[in-house]
């Protein structure tokens, strides 16, 4: 069967930096994304890796490795408002995203 | 805002009414699903339209009834639920179906089954 893992919660401090792991074992891949998710409203869209390697958009970068079929979310000089869910998702051989049951962060002053 | 809308943002229904939920996208995309999100479970693909025509629908109860009557409004129908089926109803769109493409997220419509 296809599978993502990621922590169900994790906290940090403000101002500090986060690393959040996603796992994945899907058959096939044709990239992988990262969604932010505050409580009560919709996912948006952060990031989109399908090549190895680490991409960077100013405070969160994403890296990929595919032969081992994990991910990461780094989030640097954490705010307050970072507080909330992070979902990793995987779209698989028929390009159908596969998501993971997401990871919610609790950013403390 | 996203550019993808869904009402109502709330629902309270019994097991016998009958409700529609709405979502319209104005990003000119051609591509738009159907998400049911459970607490602590992940997204689960309801149901995918491409170009107006159903291309996915994954082992959905038939309770459960999509419509696109074009590539800007997706509805979907309910009727006889259970209480099970309370959970947020998202609305997503996508450029094309396929490669590459992120997608785009409505607020959601929070469906209480009484």
């Known amino acids: 069967g296809q599978n993502i893992d990621q922590p169900t919660e994790m906290t940090a401090t403000e101002g500090a930096i986060v690393q959040i792991n996603c796992t994945y074992q899907?058959?096939?891949?044709?990239?992988l994304f990262w969604y932010q998710q505050h409580a009560g409203e919709a996912p948006t869209f952060l990031s989109y890796n399908v090549l190895d390697g680490l991409e960077e958009k100013g405070r969160f970068s994403s890296f990929l490795s595919r032969s081992k079929g994990y991910s990461y979310l780094l989030l640097k000089e954490l705010q307050m408002k970072d507080s909330a869910s992070y979902l990793c998702a995987v779209k698989d051989s028929n390009y159908q995203l596969i998501w993971g049951a997401g990871t919610k962060l609790i950013i403390k002053p | 805002e996203t550019g993808v809308t869904q009402t109502p943002r709330h629902l309270v229904m019994g097991m016998t009414n009958k409700k529609s939920l709405k979502c319209e996208q104005h990003?000119?995309?051609?591509?738009m699903y159907w998400y049911k999100q459970s607490a602590k479970k992940p997204l689960e693909l309801m149901f995918v339209y491409s170009l107006e025509e159903r291309v996915e629908n994954n082992s959905v109860p038939s309770r459960f009834s999509p419509e696109c009557p074009n590539s800007s409004h997706l509805f979907l129908h309910l009727h006889t639920l259970q209480p099970e089926d309370s959970a947020l109803y998202l609305c997503?769109?996508?450029?094309?179906?396929?490669?590459?493409?992120?997608?785009?997220f409505g607020p959601g419509t929070r469906l209480t089954v009484t």
């Open positions: 990003l000119g995309h051609n591509a």
């Open positions: 997503a769109s996508s450029q094309v179906l396929g490669e590459g493409g992120e997608q785009y």
């Open positions: 899907t058959s096939g891949f044709n990239g």
